[in-house]
């Protein structure tokens, strides 16, 4: 199952639309947080992002959804460090959707067995 890591520049931003997206989803879509910097100020951290799609990744892949510009640099360094730090190769992919309606989509398709590839499609459509 496709796995999600929500990026925003507030840690209540990101827990919010993981939150929403849960009680859309089953408990099976693995959606991850990853707002604030890693000492809770406003701003993203590649760091945090880095360990959320650790976490997120299934085997499936990973769609980040983010909410700001330099969140977009951020989860790229965190893509990159991807290739790095694990061994096997994870498909990240970084949307380009509004965070709450593309992580509602995105969750709920992820929770019907949509591949990475047609929820990245769908996003597109948002």
Not at 35 to 51: A, F, R, V
Not at 55 to 75: C, H, K, Q, R
């Amino acid at each position: 199952m496709v796995g999600l890591v929500i990026v925003s520049h507030s840690y209540k931003i990101a827990e919010g639309v993981v939150e929403l997206c849960s009680q859309i989803a089953s408990n099976e879509v693995s959606i991850v947080s990853a707002g604030g910097t890693s000492d809770g100020e406003i701003g993203t951290s590649p760091i945090k992002i880095l360990n959320a799609i650790k976490e997120a990744d299934t085997g499936d892949g990973v769609i980040i959804i983010y909410d700001l510009g330099s969140a977009l640099m951020n989860a790229e360094m965190a893509v990159e460090m991807v290739a790095v730090e694990i061994e096997q190769n994870t498909n990240v992919i970084i949307a380009e959707a509004p965070i709450v309606e593309g992580s509602i989509v995105a969750a709920v398709e992820a929770n019907i067995g949509t591949n990475i590839g047609e929820i990245i499609t769908k996003l597109k459509d948002i």
